[in-house]
């Protein structure tokens, strides 16, 4: 199978595709935080852009992680996926909120942001 082909390699590369397009909505949102509420609120959304954008990367890690070729298998890898991006995910935003001295709505707006960027991504990444 030539690398072209191999559906693993093509998906963790459209996974990347995901998280930068993340990433990029997540520097958008801390620009935009910067200009309202200065470096701490700057810092507070992309700290919640990279916590959505890891999110994505565990969850693309993992799907792409191993070739499934059962039905259940694939079931098992997206469910132990979305397990894992959602405790990354609270874990992160337990972490932040706890210790990170981040100011909350910067921090939601950030994720929020990305998750967006995640959805813009679902319609023009094939």
Same mark, same amino acid.
């Given at each position: 199978m030539s690398p072209r082909s191999d559906p693993a390699r093509?998906?963790?590369?459209?996974v990347l595709r995901y998280v930068s397009l993340q990433l990029a909505c997540a520097a958008t #949102?801390?620009? #935009? #935080?910067?200009?309202l509420g200065g470096w701490n609120a700057a810092r507070s959304a992309l700290a919640g852009g990279?916590?959505?954008?890891?999110?994505t990367a565990v969850f693309g890690w993992l799907l792409f992680a191993e070739r499934v070729t059962t039905t259940s298998g694939v079931t098992?890898?997206?469910?132990?996926?979305?397990?894992?991006?959602?405790?990354?995910?609270?874990?992160a935003f337990w972490l932040a909120f706890a210790f990170g001295s981040f100011s909350a709505l910067p921090l939601l707006a950030g994720a929020i942001v990305a998750q967006i960027g995640f959805w813009i991504g679902v319609g023009i990444i094939r």
């Open positions: 093509t998906g963790k590369r459209r #949102a801390a620009l #935009a #935080a910067f200009g990279v916590i959505i954008a890891c999110g098992r890898v997206l469910y132990a996926g979305e397990l894992l991006k959602w405790l990354w995910v609270g874990v």
